[in-house]
């Protein structure tokens, strides 16, 4: 079992930044893929990025390809999203997830955190 803890969501003007950490429970952080997702007031949940156990594949969404950067410390049993150039579009829920399947990068993973709240005003 896997538990998920997501922080550092707020509000924040257009065009500004946020760092996301998510902090995982469990010794095998390390094994497993790990993704971060968004859902929208009346939207539904839409995938943002995923980076597998070694960070050695990571994808991004076209909406946020060149903005977001994931990564991850395994020793600290912690993966981040910063987001940079924000848009009021970016305003959403941002779940982190997590999968024992080291390089798995779908929308099915198996453990979900309970979220956190981002807001970018125009």
């Known amino acids: 079992q896997v538990q998920l803890v997501e922080s550092g969501g707020g509000l924040v003007q257009a065009g500004g930044s946020l760092r996301l950490s998510c902090a995982a429970s469990?010794?095998?952080?390390?094994?497993?893929?790990m993704g971060w997702f968004r859902q929208a007031p009346g939207k539904e949940r839409e995938f943002v990025a995923t980076?597998?156990?070694?960070?050695?594949?990571?994808y991004y969404a076209d909406s946020v390809k060149g903005r977001f950067t994931i990564s991850r410390d395994n020793a600290k049993n912690t993966v981040y999203l910063q987001m940079n150039s924000l848009k009021p579009e970016d305003t959403a829920v941002y779940y982190c997830?997590?999968?024992?399947?080291?390089?798995?990068?779908?929308?099915?993973?198996?453990?979900w955190g309970q979220g956190t709240q981002v807001t970018v005003s125009s």
């Open positions: 469990g010794r095998t952080f390390s094994s497993y893929a």
């Open positions: 997830a997590a999968d024992p399947r080291a390089n798995y990068f779908g929308k099915t993973f198996s453990y």
């Open positions: 980076i597998n156990w070694n960070s050695g594949s990571i």
